[in-house]
């Protein structure tokens, strides 16, 4: 069993809609969860940064942490063809020198 | 600001060769990270790198090695090259110790023939 599980799509909505990404984690101690996008042939850039549990919101975006579960999420509202991309949860190790990717989930935003 | 250079951009190498790519941190950032990602694998976390000393280090063979130097830049060499090492090679920089972010930069696309 990986670390980080998630799905990889792809998942398909039309521009405007709710978009709902999720990931599975397995080890309790980690505290630190984030959320990067990647556009292709680009580097993963950081969207959300998450420390335990709770909501935080910056935008159309919220990323989600709930540790009793071990389930991170990302939402994000009124989406655009421009948020087309791979999604990718990342957990921070608590040295906070290394990153643990979940598998990426490709999303397609149409007009 | 200038973001987190990866050179070269593009690599075509043969099975056996060696290859070494290169990677400048943002300005002022003495932390370096690599990572490898692949279709069947994703991104996996290849060593970490601060203050010229290897901090951390993945599940990845001898084969697989990296340095930095005084001025932060980093390089990590591959050596006895394989088709699966074929991958995006990715680098990413943070301030320092501690949980900050990192920036990723482009990657370095290396094709082993």
């Known amino acids: 069993q990986k670390e980080v599980e998630q799905d990889p799509g792809p998942l398909s909505v039309p521009e405007g809609a709710i978009v709902s990404l999720n990931c599975t984690y397995s080890?309790?101690?980690?505290?630190?969860f984030m959320w990067y996008r990647q556009y292709s042939r680009k580097g993963p850039e950081l969207l959300m940064y998450t420390y335990s549990s709770g909501n935080k919101e910056d935008g159309r975006f919220t990323a989600q942490v709930d540790k009793s579960s071990k389930y991170i999420s990302l939402f994000i509202r009124d989406s655009q063809p421009s948020d087309s991309a791979t999604y990718l949860c990342?957990?921070?190790?608590?040295?906070?020198?290394?990153?643990?990717f979940g598998g990426g989930t490709r999303l397609m935003v149409k007009p | 600001k200038a973001g987190v250079t990866q050179t070269p951009r593009y690599l075509i190498k043969t099975r056996g060769q060696q290859v070494t790519l290169s990677c400048s941190p943002i300005s002022g950032h003495r932390s370096v990270s690599w990572y490898q990602q692949t279709p069947g694998q994703g991104l996996q976390f290849l060593f970490e790198y601060f203050s010229e000393t290897q901090r951390n280090k993945g599940n990845f063979p001898g084969r697989f090695s990296g340095r930095q130097f005084s001025n932060s830049r980093s390089e990590m060499n591959v050596s006895t090259l394989e088709l699966g090492d074929s991958a995006l090679y990715l680098c990413a920089s943070r301030k320092g110790p501690g949980t900050d972010t990192q920036y990723f930069g482009p990657g370095t696309r290396l094709t082993v023939l």
């Open positions: 080890n309790s101690a980690f505290q630190y």
């Open positions: 990342a957990i921070l190790n608590n040295a906070g020198n290394m990153l643990t």
